[in-house]
C-alpha cells in the first residue's frame, strides 16, 4: 500500500510518501516557516534534493503544494498518515480519521497547543482536498496508554486527575513501538524486557516487557524525564512557584524558559546540539564536558527506574540523533551501566550503519543494540492495518 505520512508541526509540515510493503520511499520532504517570511519547501525524490521558495502563510497553502509536487510522482496515495503529538484520553490506539475522533484531537489540544491544533488543521484539509482517501490518527502517546495505573497516576487528588485528566502520557511511543518491533524480530525470544531508549533533541526512555509499555520518562508533557537539547528535564515541581514568587517570572516565562532555553543548551551555555557539544569538551570546555556528564548520569539513572518497573531487563537499544550517531554518548551511558553488566565492544561501537545492530560483548549479561528509528513506516503501518479493511 502507498502511503503518505504527514507530520505537522507548528510552523512545519514534513512528508513522506512510501510503500508499506517494499518499505521504498517515493518522496520525502519538509515544508518549513510556514506562517513566517522566507518559508521554503525541501523535496527529496530519486536521491534528488531540491528546495523550492514558495510563500506558505498557512497550513493549507503547505500541504496544496506538497500535493501538486507529489503529482510528479508516479506512485498512487493510497491512505494518509497523521502523526498526532498527543491523543489524551481518546486514544489507546490509532483510529480513523471521523467527524468524532478529528474532535477528540481538537479536544486534547491544551496537552500540546503548538501541534495538536495545527495537526487537525492539516487532517481537516486533507480530507477537504480528497474525500476519497481514507485518513488515519497516529497518536505519539497510545503506545504509553495502556501502561500499569501505578506507573501512569501522580499522587494528585483523584478529582481533579478525572476532570483535567492529569496523568503521565508520554511521547515518542511510535518510535519505541518500532524499536521493540524491530527488535523483537532480531532478537525472538532472547529479549522479553527491553529499555528504548530514543536520545535526540527530544529524549525518552521506554520499558518494553513482551510488547506492552510498562512505563516511559516523559509525563503529562514532552518536557519530564531526560536532559534534553533545550528542555529541562525533570525539576522540583516547586521551582516553578520558586521563581514566580521571587524572581517575579511569570507562568509563561518559565515555561518558555524551561521548553527552549534549558537542557543542554544551558548547561554547556554553547549549543543544543550534542555534535557541538561533544566538539566542545574534546577542546577542553568544562560547561560541555558537565553537559555530557549529566546526560550519561540522567540517563543510566532512569535506564534503572525503566528497569524496576520490569523487575528486570535483558535488552537495551539505543535510537534516534544521538543514539544512532553519537558513539561518545553511547559509550558513557554504558560506562555508567557496568555495574549492572553492561559491556559494548569499543569497535562495534564505532560502526556506522543504517541497519540495526548489537554492540555489545558476548558476556555482557544486557544486549545492547543500535537500531534505526522509522517511526513513518510504523504510521504507515498503521495506516494499512485500518484502511486495509
Not at 496537552?111 to 497518536?139: K, Q, S, T, W
Not at 524558559?257 to 543548551?265: E, P
Amino acid at each position: 500500500m502507498n502511503v503518505l505520512v504527514i507530520n505537522a508541526g507548528s510552523s512545519s509540515l514534513k512528508y513522506q510518501l512510501l510503500n508499506t510493503e517494499t518499505g521504498e520511499v517515493f518522496a520525502k520532504g519538509n515544508c518549513e516557516r510556514i506562517g513566517i517570511d522566507g518559508s521554503f519547501i525541501g523535496h527529496e525524490e530519486n536521491g534528488v534534493k531540491g528546495k523550492l521558495e514558495v510563500d506558505m502563510p498557512d497550513h493549507k497553502t503547505a500541504i496544496s503544494h506538497v500535493f501538486e509536487i507529489l503529482k510528479t510522482v508516479d506512485q498512487p496515495i493510497e491512505g494518509i498518515g497523521h502523526r498526532v503529538v498527543q491523543g489524551g484520553w481518546y486514544f489507546p490506539e490509532s483510529a480513523v480519521v471521523t467527524d468524532e475522533t478529528l474532535g477528540w484531537v481538537r479536544e486534547v489540544a491544551p496537552l500540546a497547543p503548538l501541534h495538536n491544533y495545527a495537526e487537525a488543521d492539516v487532517i481537516e484539509i486533507c480530507r477537504d482536498m480528497f474525500p476519497e482517501l481514507g485518513n488515519v490518527i497516529v497518536p505519539d502517546t497510545a503506545f504509553h496508554y495502556n501502561m500499569p495505573e501505578q506507573a501512569w497516576r501522580y499522587a494528585i487528588p483523584r478529582d481533579i486527575v478525572d476532570k483535567y485528566h492529569v496523568r503521565k502520557y508520554g511521547a515518542h511511543g511510535t518510535s519505541h513501538r518500532f524499536i521493540w518491533r524491530t527488535v523483537h524480530e532480531m532478537m525472538g525470544d532472547k529479549t522479553h524486557k527491553l529499555v528504548s531508549c530514543h536520545l535526540g533533541s527530544g529524549a525518552s526512555l521506554c520499558a518494553i516487557e513482551d510488547g506492552q509499555c510498562m512505563d516511559t520518562t516523559m509525563g503529562l508533557t514532552p518536557l519530564d524525564g531526560l536532559i534534553m537539547g533545550t528542555r529541562c528535564g525533570t525539576v522540583d515541581p516547586a521551582t516553578v512557584f520558586y521563581l514566580n514568587r521571587v524572581a517575579n517570572m511569570s507562568i509563561d516565562d518559565i515555561d518558555t524558559m524551561m521548553n527552549k532555553k534549558s537542557g543542554l543548551l544551558a548547561v554547556s551555555g554553547k549549543s543544543s546540539d550534542s555534535r557541538d557539544i561533544e566538539e566542545g569538551m574534546n577542546n577542553g570546555d568544562e560547561n560541555c564536558k558537565m553537559a555530557m556528564e549529566m546526560f550519561y548520569y540522567r540517563t543510566s539513572q532512569l535506564f534503572c527506574e525503566m528497569a524496576a518497573s520490569m523487575e528486570g531487563v535483558d535488552t537495551m537499544a539505543y535510537t534516534a540523533g544521538i543514539g544512532e550517531n553519537s558513539v561518545t554518548m553511547r559509550a558513557g551511558v554504558a560506562k555508567r551501566l557496568e555495574w549492572m553488566g553492561v559491556k559494548i565492544d569499543p569497535e562495534l561501537n564505532k560502526i556506522r550503519s543504517d541497519e540495526p545492530r548489537v554492540i555489545s560483548t558476548p558476556d555482557s549479561k544486557i544486549t545492547v543494540l543500535v537500531v534505526p528509528t522509522n517511526e513513518e513506516l510504523m504510521i504507515a503501518l498503521d495506516v494499512e492495518a485500518l484502511l486495509g479493511k
